[in-house]
């Protein structure tokens, strides 16, 4: 059983940084990629950014030169570093953890950006 859980959500101006976090827990293999999604109010959730094991990482092309994702595999812990937040950017952030086996969601983190 994989646990994961976000944080650092919240509210935000326009301009502001954020920073989330998603702790993983419980049986996880060595190879794997964290994912970050968002969903906004009526639309469909979207790919934010990815990082594999070995560090390699992609973005959305929304958020590129904005974001940056990272991880810690000691502490089995991605982050998402949001700067320069615009107000389009409100959604709940979720963060997804594939392994070779399945994949696993956590329970997402609400951040607005206020005008």
């Known amino acids: 059983q994989v646990q994961l859980v976000e944080s650092g959500g919240g509210l935000v101006q326009a301009g502001g940084s954020l920073r989330l976090s998603c702790a993983a827990s419980g049986r996880i293999f060595s190879i794997n990629i964290m994912d970050w999604y968002r969903q906004a109010p009526g639309k469909e959730r979207e790919l934010v950014a990815t990082?594999?094991?070995?560090?390699?990482?992609n973005y959305a092309d929304s958020v590129k030169g904005r974001f940056t994702i990272s991880r810690d595999n000691a502490k089995n812990t991605v982050y998402l570093q949001m700067n320069s937040l615009k107000p389009e950017d409100t959604a709940v952030y979720y963060c997804k953890l594939t392994t070779p086996s399945a994949g696993y969601w956590g329970q997402g983190t609400q951040v607005t950006v206020s005008s």
């Open positions: 990082i594999t094991s070995a560090g390699s990482t």
